[in-house]
């Protein structure tokens, strides 16, 4: 059997090759639209998942920051696997943020402190979504001569970028199947039958979202909302600035 460093590295290599024939079947627009939303995704990540740490400390469980956790870098948040999904099929994940609900303090109950701490991470992802809206909008009304270069084009194609993908890793985690955050945060709110219940058919969410996922239903399925919300957003804000968006 080998061993879990071996399997690792191996994985490693899977996803360079995957990567760089992904990138050789691109054309040249392509390729330019995938350097756009990198900085998107790294910034929705890293937030995301810093967001839970922070949570979770902030209600008393420091097993975050024994793991540096508390930070922004984005080494300590990006899961290679879920970085390169949420690139290429844009569906995908951080690196999980341990914590032990025992260590909260008894402000909130067990369940409840789990429900704060995983709603923090979509949350976070909403308020970026909002930031990199308001500084799309603020370039757009405060530097219309940057608009017209080569370079603020590109620039306002990778904030608009940036939006999009902190809606979509929001609305994505939202999902009430384990192990994605709306499982946890939906469970508070259930009886101690249902809870019961899920705990013992929990490996059948796990498989119904590996097939979601899979087979890309889930990115069908989240796509008109996501589009509907930065939609709405975009709108919403426009007005705030003066600038109707058709």
Known sequence: MFNFSFDKRFLYIIIGIS???GIMSMSKLEIISLLLTLPGVIVAITFHEFAHAYAAYKLG???PRMQGRLNLNPT?????????????AH????KPVQINPRNFD??????AGEAIVSVAGPAMNF?????????????YKMAPTFLATEIG??????IQSAAVVNVGLG???LIPLPPLDGSKIFRNFMSYNVKEWLDRYEKYFYIAFLILWITGLAGQLISPIISWITSGLFKLIGLLFGIPMV
């Open 19 to 21: 990567i760089v024939l």
């Open 61 to 63: 469980d420091d097993t």
């Open 76 to 88: 300590s948040h990006l899961d290679p696997v879920g970085f390169v999904l949420l690139i290429f």
């Open 91 to 94: 569906v995908g994940w951080g």
């Open 106 to 111: 008894r402000k909130y109950s067990m369940s």
């Open 127 to 139: 308020i970026l979504a909002i930031l990199f809206t308001v500084i799309y909008f603020a370039v």
């Open 153 to 158: 084009f590109y620039v306002m194609l990778m």
């Open 171 to 173: 609305i994505f985690n």
